[in-house]
């Protein structure tokens, strides 16, 4: 696997876990549901995009 594909996708689960982290936080505010819904997809698809280039690492 190339570095630059290992750090992409590290970065891309970190993006994503902040991302559902800052969620959760704002969860607890006056924030409606809606944008909530589409910022954690956001963040599940962040994290998971990250995960499945990592897995390439077998190949």
């Known amino acids: 696997?190339?570095?630059?594909?290992y750090f992409f996708g590290k970065a891309l689960q970190f993006v994503g876990l902040m991302t559902i982290t800052a969620v959760v936080f704002m969860f607890f505010s006056q924030m409606k549901m809606?944008?909530?819904l589409y910022w954690s997809l956001l963040g599940i698809i962040e994290f998971y995009l990250g995960t499945f280039l990592l897995g390439g690492e077998n190949s």
Do not use: C, N, T, V
């Open 1 to 5: 696997m190339s570095p630059i594909r």
């Open 34 to 36: 809606e944008p909530l």
